[in-house]
């Protein structure tokens, strides 16, 4: 079996425990403002353009068998019409200004590549997260992918945002050591306009991951007048006071690292502006968790 994933990062520290190989898959049913990988948004393949690494040479014009690019003002424009995503375009600009994203890989070389690094898993207590986009959206890639993990006792990770048809989450719940679960906003009507859709379905696949006794993370990514306030955060608290096995909470501070690549792909990124939560704030609603005797460590 293939799927189709945006890359595969090695060492790892920030999703899940000891060091770990990430997997991205491409494509999810989610459009978070905050999105750091909007190029794991689209199940489609894409093309990045880097504008500061163009020289205008002109060699993806020459090399585009569908005629597609031409240069305007110094810099190629592509017309999607006529572009087939062939990636002749990338594998000849040699100042690497344009980035095919999108892999299509075999179930055996994902699990061969990630095994590459088992020597790390065993001294840290690793192993492999699979993450995106969202890897449920490729529920059979991905429990095939678990099955050949657990055969080589690699210790596995989901890093979901629970927005899947329960019997997909039923599907892998068994296969996977641990669930990197995110908890972005407790209040729908905010969830439907920051995210796209609403949380009703990942907040009930979360109370049902629960009850099956599955080792649960909650991430929540914390963004400044968005998600920061009292109201959230204790109604977070509450609904997870109301789960099992919920190990601990990961409070994640919002940063603008992927801001550049909504450019580089031609989309719109909505949150320009924002800051950092600042190391006080994010002390204090860690604070609020611990005073509930939840377990919990700010950063991933
Ligand atoms: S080949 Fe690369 S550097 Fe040359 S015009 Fe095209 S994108 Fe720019
Ligand atoms: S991907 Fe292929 S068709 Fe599309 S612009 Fe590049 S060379 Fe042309």
């Given at each position: 079996?293939?799927?189709?994933?945006?890359?595969?990062?090695?060492?790892?520290?920030?999703?899940?425990?000891?060091?770990?190989?990430?997997?991205?898959?491409?494509?999810?049913?989610?459009?978070?403002?905050?999105?750091?990988?909007?190029?794991?948004?689209?199940?489609?393949?894409?093309?990045?353009?880097?504008?500061?690494?163009?020289?205008?040479?002109?060699?993806?014009?020459?090399?585009?068998?569908?005629?597609?690019?031409?240069?305007?003002?110094?810099?190629?424009?592509?017309?999607?019409?006529?572009?087939?995503?062939?990636?002749?375009?990338?594998?000849?600009?040699?100042?690497?200004?344009?980035?095919?994203?999108?892999?299509?890989?075999?179930?055996?070389?994902?699990?061969?590549?990630?095994?590459?690094?088992?020597?790390?898993?065993?001294?840290?207590?690793?192993?492999?997260?699979?993450?995106?986009?969202?890897?449920?959206?490729?529920?059979?890639?991905?429990?095939?992918?678990?099955?050949?993990?657990?055969?080589?006792?690699?210790?596995?990770?989901?890093?979901?945002?629970?927005?899947?048809k329960w019997e997909d989450v039923e599907?892998?719940?068994?296969?996977?050591?641990?669930?990197?679960?995110?908890?972005?906003?407790?209040?729908?009507?905010?969830?439907?306009?920051?995210?796209?859709?609403?949380?009703?379905?990942?907040?009930e696949n979360?109370?049902k991951?629960?009850?099956?006794?599955?080792?649960?993370?909650?991430?929540?990514?914390?963004?400044?007048?968005?998600?920061?306030?009292?109201?959230?955060?204790?109604?977070?608290?509450?609904?997870?006071?109301?789960?099992?096995?919920?190990?601990?909470?990961?409070?994640?501070?919002?940063?603008?690292?992927?801001?550049?690549?909504?450019?580089?792909?031609?989309?719109?990124?909505?949150?320009?502006?924002?800051?950092?939560?600042?190391?006080?704030?994010?002390?204090?609603?860690?604070?609020?968790?611990?005073?509930?005797?939840?377990?919990?460590?700010?950063?991933?």
């Amino acid at each position: 079996m293939k799927g189709t994933i945006v890359n595969i990062q090695k060492y790892s520290i920030h999703d899940g425990p000891g060091i770990r190989t990430t997997v991205f898959f491409k494509g999810c049913p989610l459009k978070c403002w905050w999105c750091h990988n909007p190029e794991s948004q689209s199940t489609k393949n894409q093309i990045m353009f880097f504008q500061n690494r163009c020289t205008g040479c002109g060699i993806c014009v020459k090399r585009c068998p569908e005629g597609a690019i031409t240069i305007k003002n110094m810099y190629p424009v592509v017309d999607k019409n006529k572009c087939t995503l062939c990636g002749n375009c990338t594998d000849f600009c040699f100042n690497e200004a344009r980035e095919y994203v999108g892999q299509e890989i075999s179930v055996e070389d994902l699990i061969k590549e990630v095994q590459k690094d088992e020597i790390f898993y065993e001294e840290s207590g690793g192993g492999v997260t699979f993450s995106g986009g969202e890897p449920l959206l490729q529920v059979d890639f991905l429990s095939e992918a678990l099955d050949l993990c657990n055969k080589k006792h690699i210790h596995t990770a989901i890093d979901t945002s629970g927005y899947a048809k329960w019997e997909d989450v039923e599907k892998v719940a068994d296969k996977a050591d641990l669930f990197l679960y995110d908890l972005k906003l407790i209040d729908d009507e905010k969830h439907k306009k920051y995210i796209g859709v609403s949380n009703k379905l990942i907040l009930e696949n979360l109370q049902k991951l629960s009850s099956l006794g599955k080792r649960i993370f909650v991430r929540m990514p914390i963004i400044l007048g968005i998600n920061d306030d009292n109201g959230h955060i204790d109604e977070s608290i509450k609904f997870i006071n109301t789960l099992n096995n919920i190990e601990q909470v990961n409070l994640i501070p919002y940063h603008s690292m992927g801001m550049d690549k909504y450019e580089r792909l031609e989309m719109k990124y909505k949150l320009s502006g924002k800051e950092k939560p600042a190391d006080e704030k994010m002390e204090e609603l860690k604070g609020k968790f611990e005073k509930a005797k939840i377990k919990v460590k700010i950063g991933g």
